[in-house]
């Protein structure tokens, strides 16, 4: 019996799977920092890079993902209720980089590496200010908007490593429905030359 699933499974598996892969790379790096870093003033974070991915294969679904960033982080570090809403409210600057997606178009992005280093950057730099700015809002001085940047500074390169990485591999860096769109098609075809 060959049993398809349908786009909407597809795309609710894919973004758990991805929510499974930022949870757990999380864990890891924060642990693994605490456990052998202890008292460095440098991060390093995979939730841009998962956020930047999630959000070239599905759009604003990668919300979801830029929240639960915040929540992995603040919920493993011990965080207060204050660093939560700093850290979820200012990960969702990450989707302003929705506007470069508009603009540029992703296969134009996926293709070009510069566009790739450059969107992925992107992503990071706007997850970390966005923290600054939410942390202003409520009542930091306008120093932590640079104390983000240069506390995650690690997270830039990691984050352009892994993007880039990803838009090497067939079908990772994509949009979805562009991508099953054109498997099937090639599945259509194949079969037409075999039949």
């Known amino acids: 019996m060959d049993r398809q699933i349908s786009y909407g499974q597809y795309r609710f598996i894919d973004n758990l799977l991805f929510g499974i892969i930022l949870v ?28 930047a991915i999630v959000m070239m294969r599905w759009g604003t679904w990668s919300a979801v993902h830029a929240a639960l960033a915040g929540i992995v982080y603040v919920g493993i570090q011990g965080g207060t209720s204050e660093q939560l809403v700093i850290y ?3 990960n969702e600057f990450a989707l302003i980089a929705m506007l470069l997606i508009k603009t540029l178009g ?7 590496v ?37 506390m995650d500074a690690l997270s830039e390169l990691f984050t352009i490593l892994i993007v880039f990485t990803a838009s090497r591999l067939d079908g990772i860096f ?22």
């Open 88 to 90: 979820i409210i200012g």
């Open 114 to 150: 510069l566009l790739v280093i450059g969107y992925a950057l992107t992503v990071q730099l706007l997850m970390q200010t966005g923290r600054g700015i939410v942390a202003v809002i409520m009542g930091a001085g306008i120093g932590a908007i640079l104390n983000f940047i240069t």
């Open 106 to 112: 992703k296969d134009r992005i996926r293709g070009n």
């Open 174 to 195: 994509e949009d979805q429905r562009s991508y099953l769109l054109g498997l099937q098609k090639q599945n259509q075809n194949g079969e037409n030359e075999n039949g």
């Open 24 to 51: 757990v790379s999380e864990a890891v790096i924060i642990s693994a920092s605490g456990k052998w870093f202890p008292g460095q003033l440098y991060t390093v974070s995979a939730s841009a890079a998962v956020v």
